[in-house]
Each structure stands twice: as C-alpha cells, then as structure tokens.
C-alpha cells in the first residue's frame, strides 16, 4: 500500500484518540523498517549495555543528535560508546511517542579520584570545556596561570560525594601532571525528575592548582591519594569479585509464556542464604506494569503478560550484592 494513501485512510477516522494511535504505530513502523538503512544507524553501547541508535552529525562536530529505536529510552547522564569514543547524554527529548530524541556530547577526560570512604579508586567518562578564560596573577617571587574548566560527569552516588576543593589530575603533559582544584559544584541544573527517579549530570568548575608529590601520585592520576591497607581503621581492600547471570536458551521473554529463570553467580557459586541482593529492571515506563519481577534471593523470575504490544520491548535486568559489591546486568527482550 502507498504511504501517501495509507495516510489518507487513516486520517478518516471519526475518533481522534484512535487515528492518533494509529499515527503512532504507523511512525513506530516506519521508522523500525527504514531506520537501519540509513547511515547514520549505528550499534552502540549505553552504559555499557548493547543498543542501536541514530547518530545524526550537527555543526560541530564534538556534539551529535541521536535518537533511538522505538521502544528503546536513554536518559540524560549516561554515557554512549560509539566507534571506540565515550559521548556524555546531555538532553533528552520528553515528546517520546515514537522516538526518543536527545543529544550527546564528546568526552576529552577520564576523571579519577577515590571514594573518601572505602579509598577505592574512581573513573568516569566526562567532558572538559575549554577554558573562560586563562591569564596570569601572582607576585614577583610566584606566577600561576588561573585557568578555569568546566567539566560534566554523569550524576550517580559516586560523583554526588564530590565537593569545593577536591583536587584532580586531569592530565600529564611532558611527564608534569597538571591539576585542577573544584571551584564550584552544581547538582541541580542538569538533573531532571523523571519516572520517580533523578538523571542527569553533574557540572563541576575547577580551577588549576599546584601538583603536590608528597601527596599526588601521578602514575595513577590521584590527586591526595591515599594508600589503602588491610589494617588501616574503616578501611579494606576487597579480593576481586566475578559475577554474572544465569540462564538457559536465548536472552528473550515469551508474552503470555512462562517466566524466565535468571541465577545471580558470584565467584563460581550459585546458592545464597542471605538476603543481600537486589534485583532491578530498567524498562520503558509504559511497559513496566506488564512485566512481572518474582525475585527470591539470588534467583529471579521474570514474565512477560499477554499483550502483543509488549512485542520487541527490550529491558535491562541488574543484580547486585551489597556485602561483596558485586553486581552484573543483561539485556532481554520480548517477543511473540
């Protein structure tokens, strides 16, 4: 059938809500039969988990337009893996009936600094502005340049501990470490409330600061570093933790069918007593009341209803250990 007419037909309809669903569905259709034929298709990662998006180029070329198949979310804050490059989601369109649309721009840094707590070391993906501006002040024994940077980092309960002042190595030039000290935290511009949870990034100011060696360690980027002992009050070094999730046949959910039994495995070992580990979903909101989560411990159940709209939805299963700090996720997804 011509699209031309299809929209003719369609467009006859007497109840607005109904050829307004219908649009809809059309789109979606539309747009699943010839997205991946255009150029700009592209398999990515978000978050570390695998997905397809649409990654349409702007003027400048360090900032790109995507938008994702329909069915599929992203949210502000994550971070996209494309063509061996790190892309920081920085807008997400609400008007998402049949696509998601946002935009993503490129990360320059790696940041690391260690939990003030457990003393472990963390990095995440960010982007670095270039400077507001960069001069000279000091006296006639002392001149420092005042650089300023403005970085974005996604918002998660790691970066949310960060500060005024704390110090970070963002880079070694002709083996001299330059750091930057935090002028200014902002944790509220760029988060946004969505589905009774917060996203979004974190945009710290960070002026440039001297490079300590009695207390930086430049071989691994700390800034203050803190060497973690075994003995050291409040402190341990955990063994490394394997896990992963179980499961048999493909990473798919029959809609109507019976539920599909998933096994948390850390280290090897597959039967817990304790009740230490949480399960978790991330689904498009729209679906998630149709999807049913029975989890007992480190065994989880996870059932699909009958609707066939449910078909092609993908979701994103989690289980983590809050004793050991293990934690692994796969991908499911829905089908007729």
Not at 142 to 167: A, G, H, N, T
Not at 238 to 252: C, E, F, K, Q
Request: proline residues 4%; charged residues 25%; aromatic residues 10%.
């Amino acid at each position: 059938m011509l699209f031309d007419v299809y929209r003719t037909r369609l467009s006859t309809s007497d109840d607005v809500a109904d050829s307004r669903a219908k649009w809809i569905e059309q789109g979606k259709d539309y747009f699943n039969r010839y997205a991946p034929q255009s150029p700009a298709f592209n398999h990515v990662l978000i978050d570390n988990v695998a997905d397809d998006l649409l990654i349409i180029s702007r003027e400048q070329p360090t900032e790109k337009t995507i938008r994702a198949m329909p069915g599929h979310n992203f949210e502000v804050g994550q971070i996209v893996t494309w063509k061996n490059s790190h892309w920081l989601i920085t807008q997400r369109d609400n008007d998402d009936a049949i696509t998601v649309r946002g935009k993503i721009e490129q990360c320059n840094r790696q940041l690391k600094w260690q939990n003030p707590k457990t003393g472990s070391i963390i990095s995440r993906w960010c982007t670095a502005k270039k400077p507001y501006y960069s001069n000279l002040e000091g006296d006639s024994f002392m001149i420092q340049s005042s650089r300023e940077f403005k970085i974005q980092l996604p918002y998660d309960s790691e970066s949310c501990l960060i500060d005024l002042y704390k110090r970070f190595m963002l880079e070694i030039i002709d083996g001299h470490p330059k750091v930057y000290k935090v002028s200014s935290v902002d944790q509220t511009t760029e988060r946004y409330d969505r589905s009774n949870g917060v996203t979004g990034f974190l945009v710290l100011n960070v002026t440039q600061d001297l490079y300590n060696p009695e207390t930086d360690n430049a071989d691994l980027g700390i800034c203050d570093y803190i060497e973690v002992k075994k003995e050291d009050a409040g402190l341990h070094t955990p063994a490394p933790v394997h896990s992963r999730i179980l499961y048999r046949g493909a990473p798919t959910i029959r809609y109507g069918g019976s539920a599909k039994k998933l096994v948390f495995e850390i280290d090897g070992v597959t039967n817990y007593d304790e009740s230490n580990i949480e399960w978790t979903i991330d689904i498009d909101p729209s679906c998630s009341d149709k999807i049913i989560v029975d989890s007992d411990r480190n065994t989880a159940r996870i059932s699909a209803s009958d609707y066939a709209e449910l078909e092609g939805v993908k979701m994103t299963v989690y289980a983590s250990d809050s004793v050991s700090g293990a934690s692994s996720s796969i991908a499911l997804e829905v089908i007729g």
